[in-house]
């Protein structure tokens, strides 16, 4: 991460904008039991009273850190039940890293989100069509499967 | 490197996220 991750310029520019970047030992106590930290790089993303929603584990090159941390903060703004601002970030990860390992997750998370905001099941049998359509092997489409029938 | 700044203090980077209302990357790493 340090040698081609952190450098990229669009990645500094993105963490700066949008976090409050903390960097601790994969063994620092209590921090790492508390959040369960078994390996290296750990990236966690929680808001700001320190809640979890959203972690990765092991190496992510720059095109692929920025649109997961996207979805990160969208997981935020779902768990909170602001479903506009979910859908904001996950339409950004989409426009712009739309062939990312992020985005199957973001299709699924988007049509949910449309779901709880409209209460309308188009959005859910949508994102399983997408799904089924471009990312059809993903676990995300096999976790849609059941909207097929809405 | 990058240009952003990594707090080291838990407690810092909590204060620091409340104040500004953002949310907080924990990046868990091996030094080597």
Redesign the interface.
């Known amino acids: 991460?340090?040698a081609v991750t952190?450098?990229n310029?669009k990645?500094?520019?993105f963490?700066?904008k949008?976090?409050?970047?903390?960097?601790?030992?994969?063994d620092?106590q209590p921090?790492?039991s508390d959040?369960k930290?078994t390996w290296?790089?750990?990236?966690?993303?929680?808001?700001?009273?320190?809640q979890e929603?959203h972690r990765t584990v092991g190496f992510l090159a720059p095109e692929e850190l920025i649109p997961s941390?996207l979805l990160?903060?969208a997981k935020?703004h779902f768990d909170q039940n602001q479903f506009e601002a979910a859908l904001s970030q996950l339409e950004k990860l989409l426009a712009d890293y739309p062939k990312s390992d992020s985005s199957p997750e973001a299709i699924y998370l988007r049509g949910v989100s449309w779901y709880k905001s409209t209460h309308s099941a188009k959005p859910l049998k949508e994102a399983y069509e997408q799904l089924q359509k471009v990312y059809p092997s993903s676990e995300w489409a096999k976790r849609a499967a059941p909207y097929r029938l809405l | 490197m990058a240009k952003f700044k990594w707090e080291t203090e838990w407690k810092e980077a909590l204060a620091r996220a409340r104040a500004e209302k953002k949310p907080v990357l924990i990046d868990f790493f091996n030094p080597g």
């Open positions: 991460m340090d952190y450098p310029g990645v500094a520019e963490i700066e949008n976090f409050i970047p903390l960097r601790v030992r994969f620092a921090l790492a959040f930290v290296t790089p750990t990236l966690v993303t929680g808001d700001a009273n320190g929603h941390l990160g903060l935020i």
